[in-house]
């Protein structure tokens, strides 16, 4: 099994909803990381995770909390979004964070009313 | 800002023949490199990469040149193929940190 799956494809949500991304793997990778890709610019690192602990979070506003409940699952939870959080989020997984091979999900298209 | 980018957003081939895409890095200090593969609709996917100790490495129709006097990396595809028709990516890792440059679409005619 080399998928990284990602719910839901698809997210509608008002600014004062509170709901979240779900990603899975079972590649029994120690790494797992958030990215957040807006149209036709290339994926922007959110936070990365390593062996279940948070390494990395790129300066990512409040209303994002990642939650890594085990090493196989990765979940970003959301609230209070803005408008310009619309966007597309992914998922990926490593072996460690020693190599640049990412596995990435299809993503969570996320759209903010 | 980003260390990493390319030189043309955009790219158009014809079927059977060769593709270069090309990146420019900034960093001196860079030593890992990646490109990254992103279909419509999908997430990316690993190409190919390339540490600085080589100037060269050869996957299947794929190649990617590593230049560090110039900082320039470039990705070569042979006899493209429709199914090349994609976003290319090239991507700086700086352990543990990933970093996307700007992409290249190539389009691949028939």
């Known amino acids: 099994d080399t998928e990284v799956t990602q719910t839901p494809k698809h997210l509608v949500m008002g600014m004062t909803n509170k709901k979240s991304l779900k990603c899975e793997q079972h590649m029994g990778h120690r790494a797992m990381y958030w990215y957040k890709q807006k149209a036709k610019k290339p994926p922007e690192l959110m936070f990365v995770y390593s062996y279940e602990k948070l390494s990395i979070n790129e300066s990512v506003p409040s209303r994002f909390s990642p939650e890594c409940p085990n090493s196989s699952l990765l979940n970003l939870h959301l609230h209070a979004l803005q408008p310009e959080d619309s966007a597309l989020y992914l998922c990926?997984?490593?072996?460690?964070?020693?190599?640049?091979?990412?596995?990435f999900g299809e993503g969570s298209r996320l759209t903010v009313l | 800002g980003e260390s990493v980018g390319l030189h043309l957003p955009t790219l158009s081939v014809q079927e059977g023949d060769n593709s270069i895409i090309n990146c420019a890095y900034s960093n001196s200090a860079s030593d890992y490199f990646i490109w990254y593969k992103q279909e419509s609709g999908k997430g990316p996917q690993f190409i190919i990469d390339?540490?600085?100790?080589?100037d060269k490495r050869q996957g299947q129709r794929v190649t990617v040149l590593l230049n560090k006097t110039v900082k320039h990396l470039s990705l070569q595809i042979a006899a493209t193929q429709p199914g090349d028709s994609a976003v290319y990516f090239c991507a700086e890792n700086i352990i543990p940190r990933l970093t996307f440059g700007e992409g290249t679409q190539l389009t691949v005619n028939p």
């Open positions: 990926a997984s490593s072996q460690d964070t020693n190599t640049g091979e990412l596995f």
């Open positions: 390339i540490r600085s100790n080589m």
